[in-house]
């Protein structure tokens, strides 16, 4: 992307221009130099400016700076990346990838390393400024692609926001020529409980100016996607926090909390990782219109969402042995182990040391990993109905 609507001055990644021209400074900041010398470890310093130097736009940067550490880390952390779905979208087009979440950074990484592979173009990615709260940071994300939702707004100032954002992704998919990223709920679903906010889906169409919601959600191009981890490298943090809600004490994150859930997410082990990809909704919208009113539409979208997630999300055997533990059962037996059971036996006891040895810790747990498990099985249930 070479200019931008200045409108969007304070929100958007840099462009290629700006991102070269801040590159030099940049890869002097810890964080960036630390992320290129692990996926390139024998880089000498001299080489390093040669590398930089070389790279002519954004994806330029990430392809030999970025990707490097990127296939390193997974051939570190997990037993690898399957795409579904992905390769039955259209190269030339940008589309709306609305996702589950499950990790603060990898989600969205993953998902672009995955386009890179297929020749697509890059997503951006949504990234709360919250995580990003010193200027070096801030220059890291934007040229990573990541562009600014303001979390520290007053409820007047969040709607003004809102229309922004809004107005925003729609300018990115029409007119920058890139896909888009975006969490369908804000924040991470700890408790492992896919549910499509209508929040977020009313934000997308803020940008429609009240016209046809369903034409305006359509020319969005929205792919449902579902990411899924063997193992959740920061569980034990998910258990903590949704421990401490249980008992009715209000969570504080503790300073640099944010950092070391991105940390965690990033180094921890995964195991196997699906990213799954439906079709763009697009005829499936059309009965929508004969719904009342847009209210109605938006809550539509949401179940609509939630269907296409709950049947895309990948169930690796720690999703079916945990909802056979919580439920004391063994119907799904023939999708683990003993081997798989032994693992997350361990597994329950890590995390349960963690937290300090609560009685409750593994029923949390199990919850974490048993919620997908379920869900598939209620949607296959109302659809066989």
């Not at 390139?40 to 590398?51: A, F, G, I, V, Y």
């Not at 951006?124 to 990541?146: M, W, Y």
């Not at 003993?338 to 349960?352: L, P």
Request: net charge negative; charged share 25%; hydrophobic share 40%.
């Amino acid at each position: 992307m070479t200019a931008y609507d200045k409108t969007f001055d304070d929100i958007r990644p840099f462009t290629d221009q700006e991102a070269i021209a801040a590159l030099p400074k940049a890869i002097r900041i810890p964080y960036l130099e630390q992320v290129i010398r692990y996926g390139l470890p024998d880089l000498t310093p001299e080489q390093l400016k040669s590398l930089i130097a070389s790279c002519t736009c954004v994806r330029d940067f990430i392809e030999k700076a970025i990707y490097p550490a990127v296939q390193r880390l997974l051939d570190q952390t997990s037993e690898g990346v399957v795409f579904r779905g992905l390769g039955a979208l259209d190269k030339d087009k940008g589309y709306l990838f609305l996702s589950n979440h499950r990790d603060i950074v990898m989600d969205s990484v993953i998902l672009n390393y995955g386009l890179y592979i297929q020749g697509m173009p890059l997503a951006q990615s949504a990234i709360g400024n919250n995580l990003v709260p010193d200027e070096n940071l801030l220059t890291i994300s934007r040229i990573n692609k990541n562009f600014v939702v303001r979390r520290d707004l007053s409820p007047r100032e969040t709607l003004v926001f809102s229309k922004k954002l809004s107005q925003y992704i729609g300018y990115v998919l029409s007119q920058a020529g890139d896909s888009v990223w975006l969490a369908h709920r804000e924040g991470r679903a700890k408790d492992g409980d896919d549910r499509t906010q209508a929040g977020v889906i009313k934000m997308l169409t803020l940008a429609s100016r009240g016209g046809d919601l369903v034409d305006y959600l359509r020319s969005l191009r929205i792919v449902p996607m579902a990411i899924s981890y063997q193992w959740d490298a920061t569980d034990a943090l998910k258990v903590r926090e949704l421990l401490a809600k249980r008992s009715g004490v209000k969570y504080v994150k503790a300073p640099g909390e944010d950092l070391h859930s991105i940390i965690t997410g990033i180094t921890g082990c995964k195991g196997g990782i699906c990213v799954a990809m439906g079709d763009a909704l697009n005829e499936e919208l059309e009965p929508l219109r004969t719904l009342n009113n847009d209210m109605q539409r938006i809550h539509a979208v949401c179940h609509l969402m939630d269907r296409h997630i709950h049947r895309l999300f990948h169930l690796f055997p720690t999703h079916y042995l945990a909802a056979d533990l919580l439920d004391g059962s063994s119907h799904r037996k023939d999708h683990y182990s003993d081997a798989d059971r032994e693992a997350f036996e361990q597994r329950i006891h890590t995390v349960a040391a963690a937290c300090g040895q609560d009685p409750q810790a593994r029923e949390v747990l199990l919850r974490i990993y048993a919620n997908p498990v379920f869900n598939r099985e209620k949607t296959e249930e109302n659809e066989n109905e």
